[in-house]
């Protein structure tokens, strides 16, 4: 008796599970929309109402069954489950189904909603013992599908069809909560510290990145630089130092055609070649001497001879030029400087 009201109440739309009773058949009805009115005249199923006008006989048409054809929402009682690794876990959930077929689930089960509540719990039961604890908070979705999946081919014959189903509460047991805080912080401590080797590798990466680009930069901005000295204060330099030579050099050659501008010029690469054999030892260890190095006349004399020798050519070239016959000749440079020799010593 208290099963058959049970099952009235269920079946019925919610406003008639509130008042537990049936529609009375006065011939004429209206059923509401989402709603299926299962009819049995004389203790036979006949049809099933459409919502909108019905009309029936009185006395020997029934209203049996009222179906509600809207989603209807289930809350599956708290349970205890075993894991794969032998962990005690108390789980509830939500079930959402909806009635397909009024036939079915008129006269295909007794009692709908306890037989699918006892399915959706020996199917999460079933389901929790094939996944390890880790692997029942990462695979929440996976294990609501594997359990609606269930219950659709168990209950396909019910004319009722399970929507989704949904874990709302997973309780741990307090101790296996502790060593999964215990792990939790341990692996945040893992990965900070990866993180800090990770930044400290990057850091050195970037610092050494940075010194290289600099030192390129560096030898960059200095070949450029000796390059422009080289194009720019070089070659002016050295242009200015060839311009001053040539000048040079032309003074020279114009000093040199003057008078007695040879003996000047024997006497300067005399007293060059003295000075030059002065400094031989100061420099190096390694000294060349000449055969006869005490006899210093011999030794202006051997550079004014080759002097002499030089400047041959151009004095064949100048003997136009030469004095007159009336004026004095001069002595010779080479006699010269033999006679002030002997007269020094």
Not at 10 to 24: D, I
Not at 178 to 197: D, F, G, I, N, P
């Amino acid at each position: 008796r208290c099963q058959q009201l049970k099952r009235s109440a269920w079946l019925a739309s919610a406003p008639h599970r509130l008042n537990s009773g049936l529609p009375v058949n006065i011939g004429v009805l209206f059923v509401p929309q989402q709603e299926a009115w299962v009819v049995e005249r004389m203790g036979k199923f006949h049809r099933i109402l459409e919502p909108g006008l019905n009309f029936l006989i009185p006395l020997l048409d029934r209203i049996r069954y009222v179906q509600s054809l809207k989603e209807i929402v289930i809350n599956v009682p708290e349970q205890s489950a075993v894991t794969l690794d032998n962990v005690t876990l108390q789980i509830d959930g939500v079930l959402y189904l909806r009635v397909m077929d009024p036939y079915k689930a008129s006269y295909g089960v007794e009692d709908p909603e306890y037989a699918v509540t006892q399915l959706a719990q020996t199917t999460m039961r079933s389901e929790l013992g094939k996944l390890s604890l880790d692997r029942v908070f990462r695979e929440r979705e996976s294990l609501n599908a594997s359990i609606v999946d269930a219950i659709n081919q168990a209950s396909d014959c019910w004319g009722i069809r399970c929507l989704r189903y949904e874990i709302k509460d997973i309780h741990v047991p307090p101790r296996v909560k502790e060593s999964m805080q215990m792990q939790v912080e341990a692996e945040r401590r893992k990965r900070a510290t990866v993180l800090e080797s990770e930044g400290t590798r990057e850091s050195a990466i970037n610092v050494a990145e940075g010194q290289k680009q600099a030192q390129i930069l560096a030898s960059e901005a200095e070949k450029a630089e000796q390059i422009n000295k080289a194009a720019g204060r070089e070659a002016n330099a050295m242009l200015v130092k060839a311009r001053a030579k040539a000048e040079a050099i032309q003074l020279l050659a114009a000093a040199l055609a003057q008078q007695h501008g040879s003996a000047a010029a024997s006497l300067s690469v005399a007293e060059q070649y003295v000075s030059a054999f002065s400094k031989l030892a100061k420099d190096s260890n390694t000294v060349l001497l000449p055969a006869n190095t005490g006899d210093v006349t011999n030794m202006v004399a051997q550079a004014l001879g080759i002097y002499t020798t030089l400047t041959k050519p151009q004095a064949v070239k100048t003997h136009d030029k030469m004095p007159s016959a009336h004026e004095d000749p001069q002595p010779p440079p080479t006699e010269a400087l033999k006679a002030e020799d002997g007269s020094s010593s």
